[in-house]
């Protein structure tokens, strides 16, 4: 599994209250070496998943399954959506690395990929951090 790239190499500095252009020009050396393309399509990848409500409620019923797992038949069920949108869904999550699919018999099996998710908490602080 791939590591999640550092997005802020320097200090933070607040850029609210008197002085903030000023704050802004003194920070702009702070930050560090861009984040590089490939690492930056990891990341975009990831929000881009993130970016439906559906697929985080997707993602919070598969973390909270009974078996740690669950089909596509459980979740439309739980979820209140088509199996197709649901399938739609879920193969976005599982290309950006977010969950994982098990074949199991003649069904499918998903779970969360709590590695990877672990892995993005340091990358939510990290961006809340810039601009500080």
Do not use: K
């Amino acid at each position: 599994m791939q590591s999640l790239p550092s997005v802020h190499g320097g200090a933070s500095t607040s850029l609210g209250g008197e002085g903030a252009m000023n704050d802004v020009v003194r920070c702009a050396g702070d930050l560090g070496a861009p984040i590089a393309l490939p690492d930056a399509e990891v990341i975009a990848a990831i929000f881009q998943a993130l970016s439906s409500p559906t697929r985080v409620r997707l993602i919070a019923l598969l973390r909270d399954a009974p078996r740690g797992a669950s089909r596509v038949g459980d979740l439309v069920d739980r979820i209140g959506l088509t199996q197709s949108t649901v399938s739609h869904h879920l193969r976005a999550l599982a290309a950006a690395g977010l969950i994982v699919r098990e074949q199991r018999g003649s069904w499918a099996w998903y779970s969360v990929a709590t590695d990877r998710l672990d892995a993005l908490a340091p990358l939510f602080g990290q961006l809340m951090a810039i601009g500080r």
